[in-house]
């Protein structure tokens, strides 16, 4: 259930900010790999783990780097770092004990996540113009 309400959520919201305008600036999608990169050092906190704060943020870090990179260079690195995200959630659990992760997560945002970078794709095909920094933003 935790993956249809995942995807679900992520086209209505990518749906509504697209509709209602949100998402004009190419800083939108960097920045919600921003925050879905550190949800999971939320869960560290909330687990009371300092040893999974230091490895979850690390692993943010990461995709934070990700997010810098395509907003300066090229989206189609946001696009593969959220469908990438997705995957690590299924991973997750293999490598990084971390208390605070609700048992439902993994699978919501693995689907959130899937669909987002799919969503993101999909517009920069249909928008290729929308894909590259204009050359004022590389300086």
Do not use: Q
């Amino acid at each position: 259930m935790e993956y249809l309400i995942g995807a679900i959520l992520s086209l209505a919201a990518l749906s509504f900010a697209l509709v209602a305008g949100l998402d004009r600036d190419r800083v939108f999608y960097p920045t919600l790999l921003v925050v879905i990169a550190t949800y999971y050092i939320l869960f560290a906190v909330m687990g009371t783990s300092v040893h999974a704060i230091w490895i979850e943020s690390l692993v943010a870090g990461s995709f934070l780097a990700i997010a810098v990179a395509g907003f300066k260079t090229n989206l189609w690195f946001v696009a593969a770092a959220l469908a990438g995200h997705g995957v690590f959630d299924f991973f997750h659990h293999l490598f990084i004990e971390n208390p605070g992760v609700p048992v439902w997560w993994p699978g919501f945002c693995l689907a959130f996540d899937i669909v987002a970078g799919g969503f993101l794709g999909v517009l920069l095909i249909k928008r290729p113009d929308f894909s590259r920094a204009a050359a004022v933003l590389r300086d």
